[in-house]
C-alpha cells in the first residue's frame, strides 16, 4: 500500500534571507545534548604552528582558527586558514575544515577532517585526561593517527599531532599548534 503524504514547503520565516552559512549555522548547543567536549573551543584562536614536511623538517607558520556551532548546535566545525612560508619565501595561504557530530547515547564524537586538496582524515574523539581531547583514526591511506588537545583552558590550548609509521612501532609527533584566544 503507498501512503500519500501532504506535503509543501517547510521553512522558516526568515528563509528568504537564508544562505548555506546561515542555514548550516547555530547559535549555541543543542540544550538536550552535552556539548562541552568541543564547545568549549568555539570562538576565534591566533595558533602558532609547526609541523614536519616530506622531508622530515620542521616547518613553522601561523594559523587562525575559528570553531562554531552548527546543524542546530548539535555539531561543531572549524575552519583553519594556515599562512605557510611559499617557495618564494612570501606567505601561501591553505585551508582545512573539521566537522564534529556528537554520537547519540556516548561521549564518542564522529570527527571528519577534510581540505581542498582532497585530503581527508576520519577520527573519534572521546575525553581524555585532565580535561584532553583524544581524537583516534586513519588517514586515507590507512595511516593511524593520533590528534590531542591538550593544556586546555578558556583562553588557550596545545593541539599535537601523531602519526604511526607501521603497526608496533611508537607514535611520531608531526604537528603541534599552541593556540590563544582571541579577545
Known amino acids: 500500500m503507498t501512503r500519500t503524504f501532504k506535503t509543501g514547503p517547510v521553512e522558516p520565516a526568515h528563509a528568504a534571507r537564508m544562505n548555506l552559512a546561515t542555514a548550516l549555522s547555530a547559535t549555541g548547543p543543542d540544550p538536550d545534548r552535552n556539548m562541552d567536549l568541543y564547545g568549549r573551543l568555539t570562538g576565534v584562536w591566533d ?3 609547526r609541523y614536519r614536511n616530506d622531508d622530515g623538517d620542521w616547518v613553522a607558520g601561523t594559523a587562525v582558527w575559528t570553531f562554531g556551532w552548527v546543524l542546530a548546535g548539535r ?3 572549524d575552519v583553519m586558514w594556515f599562512a605557510d612560508p611559499g617557495p ?3 606567505p601561501v ?3 582545512g575544515s573539521t566537522m564534529r557530530l ?3 547515547g556516548s561521549d564518542a564524537w564522529h570527527v571528519v577532517w577534510f581540505s581542498p586538496q582532497g585530503r581527508t ?3 573519534t574523539g572521546r575525553p581524555g585526561d585532565g580535561g584532553d581531547i583524544v581524537q583516534e583514526g586513519e588517514r586515507q591511506d590507512g595511516t593511524p593517527v593520533r590528534w590531542l588537545f591538550t593544556e586546555v583552558t578558556s583562553t588557550s590550548f596545545r593541539w599535537l599531532g601523531y602519526m604511526r609509521p607501521a603497526e608496533g612501532e611508537p607514535w611520531e609527533l608531526e604537528q ?3 593556540a590563544r ?3
Open 93 to 95: 595561504a591553505t585551508t
Open 47 to 49: 595558533v602558532a604552528n
Open 88 to 90: 618564494d619565501g612570501f
Open 176 to 178: 603541534e599548534m599552541l
Open 121 to 123: 582524515v576520519t577520527l
Open 181 to 183: 584566544r582571541r579577545p
Open 75 to 77: 555539531a561543531v566545525q
Open 102 to 104: 556528537k554520537a547519540a
